[in-house]
C-alpha cells in the first residue's frame, strides 16, 4: 500500500479522520490513534468543538447547588437555603461546610438574643482559667449530661467564650445539626440546637431525636417534656419566624423557625 501522498513510499498507517494511507513521516499519532498531518487543523477544530459542547451540557445539567458562587450568595442572603445548598452541595469540602454552618449559627444566635431584651447578662468574672456563674443564670444541667446522650453524634469543641462563659459549638456526623453549649462544665447556662429538615429522610429522622433528646436532658424531671416538644416542633414547622416558647421551674425554651432551620434554645428565665 502506497502513501496517498507520496505514491514513490510505502504507507505505514492509516489516517482515522480520513482514512487514506500515509507514510511515517507524514502521520501524526493522537490519544492512540493516527492522523495525517493535512488533516490535523480538522481534527483539533473538531475536538476543540466537542469539548466545547460537553462543557455547555455539562454546565447546563449541573445541580444549583454544586456552583460554589451560588450557595455562597444564598448563604449570605438567604441563610436557610444556603445552608441547604451548602450541605447538598459535592463540590464544597466538609470542613468548609461545618465551618460556615457554625458561622451562620452564631449569627443566628447573635440576631436572636440581640432581639431579646430579657437576655442581658452581667459580666462574668474569669479566675485561674475557670468561668463563675452566678447561680441564677444555671440551668442545673452539666456538659456531660447534655453529652452523654448527644455524645455519638456531636463533635463539640470549645470556641469564642461569650460574656465571659466557656462556649463549646459542632455538628452532627450528618452536618445537619447545630449544637450551642454556654456555661461552665459542671452546670451551664444555655444551650441551643439548630436543625434543618429537608426532604432526606434519614437526616430528618435523626434530626427529630436529636431535638427530643436534647429536651429530654434539660428537663429530666419535666413529664410532659416529649409530648410538649413533639407539638411545639409542629408549630414551629408550620409557623416560620413565629417564636414558640414556655417556661419550666426557672427555665427559659425558645423555638423558632428561619426558613426551615428550627432553631432551639434553653436558658435561665431570670
Not at 501522498?5 to 479522520?17: F, H, L
Not at 442581658?120 to 443564670?137: C, D, F, G, L
Request: with cysteine; charged share 25%.
Amino acid at each position: 500500500m502506497k502513501c496517498s501522498k507520496y505514491p514513490d513510499r510505502e504507507a505505514s498507517g492509516v489516517c482515522s479522520y480520513s482514512g487514506k494511507p500515509f507514510c511515517e513521516e507524514e502521520l501524526v499519532e493522537i490519544d492512540g490513534k493516527l492522523y495525517g498531518k493535512d488533516y490535523l487543523h480538522i481534527v483539533k477544530s473538531e475536538n476543540d468543538f466537542d469539548n466545547e459542547l460537553a462543557n455547555k451540557r455539562r454546565l447546563s445539567t449541573a445541580k444549583w447547588y454544586d456552583n460554589k458562587a451560588v450557595v455562597g450568595i444564598l448563604i449570605f442572603f438567604f441563610f436557610p437555603v444556603g445552608l441547604y445548598a451548602l450541605w447538598k452541595s459535592n463540590t464544597i469540602s466538609k470542613g468548609w461546610k461545618v465551618g460556615w454552618s457554625l458561622i451562620v449559627l452564631a449569627l443566628v444566635i447573635g440576631v436572636w438574643n440581640s432581639d431579646d431584651p430579657n437576655n442581658q447578662k452581667p459580666v462574668q468574672s474569669v479566675t485561674n482559667n475557670s468561668v463563675i456563674n452566678s447561680a441564677e443564670n444555671q440551668l442545673g444541667v452539666s456538659y456531660s449530661q447534655m453529652m452523654n446522650k448527644l455524645s455519638s453524634d456531636f463533635e463539640l469543641e470549645e470556641s469564642e467564650p461569650v460574656n465571659g462563659e466557656l462556649r463549646f459549638m459542632g455538628t452532627s456526623s450528618s452536618g445537619a445539626a447545630l449544637l450551642e453549649i454556654i456555661g461552665a462544665k459542671e452546670n451551664i447556662s444555655k444551650a441551643t440546637l439548630a436543625v434543618g429538615f429537608t426532604e432526606n429522610q434519614k437526616a430528618n429522622t435523626d434530626n427529630l431525636r436529636y431535638f427530643l433528646e436534647f429536651i429530654g436532658a434539660l428537663f429530666p424531671d419535666w413529664d410532659n417534656a416529649g409530648n410538649w416538644a413533639a407539638d411545639a416542633l409542629i408549630k414551629a414547622k408550620n409557623s416560620p419566624n413565629q417564636p414558640i416558647e414556655n417556661f419550666v421551674n426557672d427555665k427559659k425554651i425558645k423555638i423558632i423557625n428561619y426558613g426551615g432551620l428550627i432553631t432551639t434554645t434553653v436558658e435561665s428565665r431570670n
